[in-house]
């Protein structure tokens, strides 16, 4: 009997999960693209939903791997998944047509290969202050900008918080989309009256913690 093609691509997808799953951690994900959607996706322990058939989105890993034909990894902030993630993707042939085979990382994964930051250097007004990472209370992504705090003062930065995240020490901690904390600043973690999680921190301040990072929190915090 004569194997059809889609007997063909079932087996060369089969083959590629079995591959990967031999180095990428459990918790990883992987998806395959061929033109213009999904075809296969394997999900790992973490929140991602994507459907096969589903559309291939914008500036998403898949479609610069599908464009360019070359190998693309970044962090992806909330762009396709409902959490932020570390994604590479690698040009593949799937029954002959052009595809883009790409593996999700966990959220809390850090990209290796550049040190952990320092001190990042804060402008305010026309000075820019080199400040201790140690000192920084929290950091926060408003109006498409990037703004740290010290002892009540505001800094911005250049830096975006996805580049944040990869770079700093393993004392900050990603909340919410929008702000990344220094757990030695943490005073405690509550329940507002909807029974949504905050932390506040021993200066005050409430920070809201997202759904989509509450259980890395809970992992690190041990709660």
Same mark, same amino acid.
């Not at 990037?146 to 003062?153: C, D, K, L, R, S």
């Given at each position: 009997?004569?194997?059809?093609?889609?007997?063909?691509?079932?087996?060369?997808?089969?083959?590629?999960?079995?591959?990967?799953?031999?180095?990428?951690?459990? =918790?990883? /994900?992987?998806?395959? *693209? %061929?033109? #213009?959607?999904?075809? +296969?996706?394997?999900?790992?322990?973490?929140?991602?939903?994507?459907?096969?058939?589903?559309?291939?989105?914008?500036?998403?890993?898949?479609?610069?791997?599908?464009? =360019?034909? /070359?190998?693309?990894? *970044? %962090?992806? #902030?909330?762009?396709? +998944?409902?959490?932020?993630?570390?994604?590479?993707?690698?040009?593949?042939?799937?029954?002959?047509?052009?595809?883009?085979?790409?593996?999700?990382?966990?959220?809390?994964?850090?990209?290796?290969?550049?040190?952990?930051?320092?001190?990042?250097?804060?402008?305010?007004?026309?000075?820019?202050?080199?400040?201790?990472?140690?000192?920084?209370?929290?950091?926060?992504?408003?109006?498409?900008?990037?703004?740290?705090?010290?002892?009540?003062?505001?800094?911005?930065?250049?830096?975006?918080?996805?580049?944040?995240?990869?770079?700093?020490?393993?004392?900050?901690?990603?909340?919410?989309?929008?702000?990344?904390?220094?757990?030695?600043?943490?005073?405690?973690?509550?329940?507002?009256?909807?029974?949504?999680?905050?932390?506040?921190?021993?200066?005050?301040?409430?920070?809201?913690?997202?759904?989509?990072?509450?259980?890395?929190?809970?992992?690190?915090?041990?709660?």
């Amino acid at each position: 009997m004569e194997t059809n093609n889609k007997d063909l691509e079932k087996e060369a997808l089969l083959q590629y999960k079995i591959i990967l799953e031999d180095w990428i951690p459990a =918790t990883a /994900s992987i998806a395959i *693209a %061929i033109k #213009d959607a999904y075809i +296969f996706f394997s999900s790992g322990h973490h929140q991602i939903k994507l459907a096969v058939g589903e559309s291939v989105k914008e500036n998403s890993i898949a479609q610069k791997v599908l464009t =360019t034909r /070359s190998k693309t990894d *970044a %962090i992806m #902030d909330n762009s396709l +998944f409902d959490a932020p993630y570390y994604g590479i993707g690698y040009p593949i042939e799937i029954a002959k047509q052009p595809a883009a085979l790409v593996v999700v990382l966990p959220p809390n994964f850090i990209k290796p290969k550049q040190e952990p930051y320092q001190f990042l250097t804060g402008k305010q007004n026309e000075d820019w202050t080199p400040v201790p990472v140690n000192d920084i209370s929290y950091i926060e992504s408003l109006q498409k900008r990037t703004w740290f705090y010290v002892n009540g003062e505001q800094y911005k930065t250049t830096i975006t918080l996805k580049e944040l995240q990869t770079r700093l020490p393993n004392i900050y901690v990603r909340i919410h989309r929008s702000y990344i904390i220094n757990i030695h600043f943490i005073k405690k973690i509550k329940r507002d009256l909807s029974s949504n999680f905050l932390v506040v921190l021993k200066n005050g301040t409430e920070l809201p913690i997202s759904q989509s990072y509450i259980n890395n929190l809970r992992t690190i915090l041990e709660f």
